[in-house]
């Protein structure tokens, strides 16, 4: 599990600077309930994949990790070896846990090396063939956030396709992809949100507004989407996450020239290239999660966290 530099809430400076998260214990009934401690896993997890994230080593991330969770470490890792840095190790503190017998999540304050004050981070874990618990899902959240996933202490684990039905599940997938590239808002199926609006969204318009200075076009397309396979119901709504699979599809508008993606691209760094990609089409497939938190009155939702990763580039003459 690869940290990033800052919280992407505080890549433009709205982070809250405010108190720490609420330290909380496990709910004793959960975990024996379930057949497993939560908590033992989850520090054995620490143990593990701290240090492979430390040593830069994909493969024993992947024995820890699987899904987006994988993809967005080891794209992590690629950008760290590129840029000549370390990743700092870290540690889960004071963990609440919404647990069934397959798949349970989590959150807790994370202290990071090298830095004085914890951060706080939400994750989803499930059981690979052998029996073996990974991470499949993780998003840092704000402080400011942190009371939601709290609410982990009166919570139960179950399926997410059991807790949302088919048409909300599938019209806060349209919502959230609509607005991720700046599209109309539909504020009755998603609230207002800084992360996804004002620093994704806003992301986006800045980046195809550079595509354009450059005489080139970046379309966005939504390939495949998909809810975790557990979600934490809470008193008055649940909590999941929700992966979406893109693609951004580069094209010269001078007719005959190529698209170029050049370094210092944030993208190349991601997938692992040192080099300038030039081609009459670039595709960049990437994985978004996002930590959504869903009321069950049918307000709407609000987005928790979430992550952005590059995954490959694809260059097609």
Known sequence: MV?????????????????????????????????FDPAAVLAEFDAADSAAS??????????????????????????????????????????????????????AKMAVDGEDRPRADAGHF????????QLSHHVMISDELVAATGAFRQATAHPTDELLDAARRTALTGEVFQRSIAGPADTTVLAPSAVLDDQLAAGWSIYTSQMEAASMKVDRRLTASEWAPCAAKTGDGVIGFLTLNVVD???????????????????????????AVKAHTITVSRVEVFLLEVPLDGAPAAVLGLTDAATEITATD
């Open 3 to 35: 940290i990033p530099a800052v919280l992407f809430l505080a890549v433009a400076g709205c982070a809250d600077p405010g108190a720490e998260p609420a330290a909380a214990g496990p709910e004793a009934a959960g975990p024996s309930a379930a057949g």
């Open 54 to 107: 430390k040593s830069g080593d994909g493969e024993k991330l992947a024995v820890w990790e699987t899904g987006p969770a994988l993809q967005n470490s080891l794209a992590g890792v690629k950008r760290a070896r590129l840029s000549k840095r370390v990743l700092p190790g870290f540690r889960h503190q004071d963990p609440v846990f919404a647990v069934s017998a397959d798949c349970f999540v989590t959150s």
């Open 126 to 133: 499930v059981r690979d063939d052998a029996g073996r618990w």
């Open 249 to 275: 599809t580069i094209v010269s508008t001078k007719d005959g020239d190529d698209a170029v993606l050049a370094p210092p691209a944030p993208d190349l760094l991601a997938t692992g290239r040192t080099t």
